[in-house]
């Protein structure tokens, strides 16, 4: 499954999609920016994972803005 704007996650919400992908047997993959709005409820699960030995990617160069035109 992919998880967009997986910065606003909450600890209980992240705790939710893990649990039931899990179950299901389903791969996540986490888009976000952790610099970005956090969560309303409690926790920044997605900035914990990547601090913590997550697999992360990271896009340098932003192309949306360029017009060759």
Same mark, same amino acid.
């Given at each position: 499954w992919? !998880?967009?704007?997986?910065?606003? !996650?909450s ?5 939710? !999609?893990m649990? &039931?992908?899990?179950?299901? *047997? ?5 888009? *976000?920016d952790? *610099?970005?709005?956090?969560?309303i409820s409690? *926790?920044s699960?997605?900035?914990f ?7 992360? &990617?990271?896009i340098?160069?932003i192309v ?6």
């Amino acid at each position: 499954w992919l !998880i967009d704007e997986s910065g606003m !996650i909450s600890r209980k919400q992240m705790l939710k !999609i893990m649990n &039931h992908a899990d179950r299901t *047997g389903a791969r996540l993959v986490f888009v *976000g920016d952790k *610099g970005q709005n956090s969560a309303i409820s409690a *926790g920044s699960p997605f900035k914990f994972m990547q601090q913590n030995g997550a697999t992360t &990617h990271r896009i340098e160069e932003i192309v949306r803005q360029n017009n060759p035109v």
